[in-house]
């Protein structure tokens, strides 16, 4: 069992976080991010830190969900500070990426091209065949990143498809010419 949760989460530097009631809001270079936490935690700010406690450490759901938030308020610290970054990679002949003010164009090997609308908070930059989000906030770029990958996922035979730039794909042999002896 982790126990980080036990410790008070430090802000690094050139960050702020207030606290009023159930909400706590980041503030930092890169923007500023809020967190409703759930009711049976308690967030405090002191000068240690973001302290968050629950009524019950040995109760289950308690302790579950104050792991979860204080990760949240971690993911939180760290946005705001670094900001979150994933890669796309697009493999394929005809297929490729294409970023338009707020829209993106994706060309997968359909009849017609995938348009989809970026959320406020993404920057998205394209060189060649991959395609780099970025974001303060975690959530929103992981979200952003598996709905363009579930556009073509990748598949095993030939490796065509929109896969995360460190996502290692399996190739599988395929079928085998028939009557070849070896």
Not at 50 to 71: C, F, H, N
Not at 150 to 161: F, Q
């Amino acid at each position: 069992m982790s126990r980080k949760a036990n410790k008070p989460i430090v802000l690094p530097a050139g960050v702020t976080a207030t606290v009023t009631g159930q909400m706590i809001t980041v503030q930092g270079p890169k923007g500023e991010l809020q967190l409703n936490v759930h009711p049976l935690v308690n967030v405090v700010m002191t000068d240690a830190g973001v302290v968050l406690t629950v009524r019950q450490p040995d109760d289950t759901t308690e302790r579950s969900l104050w792991g979860t938030m204080g990760a949240l308020v971690r993911n939180m610290l760290i946005g705001v500070s670094v900001g979150y970054t994933v890669q796309l990679e697009i493999n394929g002949v005809g297929y490729g990426f294409e970023v338009s003010g707020k829209k993106l164009t994706i060309r997968a090997g359909f009849s017609h091209p995938v348009i989809m609308t970026l959320p406020e908070g993404v920057t998205v930059k394209q060189e060649k065949n991959v395609l780099t989000l970025s974001s303060h906030d975690k959530q929103l770029v992981g979200q952003l990143a598996a709905e363009i990958r579930k556009v073509r996922k990748p598949e095993p035979y030939k490796g065509k498809g929109i896969k995360y730039i460190d996502e290692v794909i399996i190739r599988k042999q395929g079928k085998q010419a028939a009557g070849a002896t070896s």
